[in-house]
């Protein structure tokens, strides 16, 4: 049995169980796909947190935090510390590459840590300008720890976050990665030293000498800025 031709600009598209043929139009444009788009919420404008949280600051015990880390006050307030009356908290501003504020870490008096809802990552920096060497390290209380020694910091999110803000900010300059001495600290430096290469003069990845697990703990436990400019420059600069 012959099959009939199918009408002009018509396509055949199966075939029946009693032996006939479906067609349709064959210039029907597919059908539209509904994307389902991942929803970002705006970005905040942290002025006015900002503005409370360093007015609240006098109302806190800066000095207790201070004891407590091992770091002076000073320090604390260069990395541009603040108080949350709300959350009971201290607090960290993020920032990104343009030193805009993407958001605050909490450290409660209990040591616990958190970030403030909306908060997106960022890096912890100091008020003032960059110098060379530009050491990298986890938190902003390790970063306020070498600070203390005359260095100026960035302070990763984590272990493994921050690296696009610290490629622009670090563009061109000499870097030393403090890594923290576990498995981690040592992944994340490894990687962000990668990232990192071609990108700025040079980069060393040095660990805390002696019992310091971390950068803090290494200026509390007293290592000068001598001792630790002498493990910087027996590592190989990348």
């Known amino acids: 049995m012959?099959?009939?031709?199918?009408?002009?600009?018509?396509?055949a598209c199966k075939h029946t169980p009693t032996g006939g043929v479906v067609y349709r139009p064959g210039e029907l444009e597919p059908a539209p796909i509904r994307r389902v788009g991942v929803k970002h919420s705006p970005a905040i404008d942290w002025s006015a947190a900002d503005d409370k949280f360093k007015s609240a600051l006098a109302d806190s015990d800066l000095p207790g935090l201070a004891s407590s880390l091992g770091i002076a006050s000073d320090f604390l307030v260069t990395m541009r510390v603040g108080w949350s009356p709300g959350h009971g908290a201290?607090?960290?501003p993020m920032h990104d590459a343009d030193e805009r504020i993407t958001g605050y870490r909490l450290r409660?008096?209990?040591g616990k840590k958190?970030?403030?809802?909306g908060s997106r990552d960022g890096v912890f920096l100091p008020y003032f300008?960059?110098?060379?060497?530009?050491?990298?390290?986890?938190?902003?209380t390790d970063a306020a720890a070498l600070l203390s020694l005359g260095y100026w910091v960035i302070g990763r999110p984590s272990c493994h976050g921050g690296v696009?803000?610290?490629?622009s900010i670090a563009k061109g300059h000499d870097v030393v990665i403090i890594s923290d001495r576990d498995s981690p600290g040592r992944q994340g430096a490894d990687a962000l030293r990668g990232a990192l290469s071609g990108i700025?003069?040079?980069?060393?990845?040095?660990?805390?000498?002696?019992?310091?697990s971390d950068a803090r703990e290494w200026v509390t436990a007293g290592v000068s800025r001598e001792a630790v400019d002498a493990v910087i420059n027996q590592a190989v600069p990348a």
């Not at 012959?2 to 396509?11: M, N, Q």
């Not at 958190?114 to 809802?117: F, K, P, W």
């Not at 696009?164 to 490629?167: D, E, F, K, L, S």
Request: hydrophobic share 40%; glycine share 6%.
């Open 129 to 140: 300008d960059s110098h060379d060497p530009v050491v990298v390290t986890e938190g902003p």
């Open 200 to 212: 700025v003069q040079s980069v060393r990845v040095v660990e805390p000498t002696g019992s310091a």
């Open 108 to 110: 409660f008096p209990d």
């Open 114 to 117: 958190m970030s403030i809802r």
């Open 2 to 11: 012959r099959e009939e031709s199918p009408p002009i600009g018509w396509v």
């Open 164 to 167: 696009a803000i610290i490629q």
């Open 90 to 92: 201290w607090t960290f």
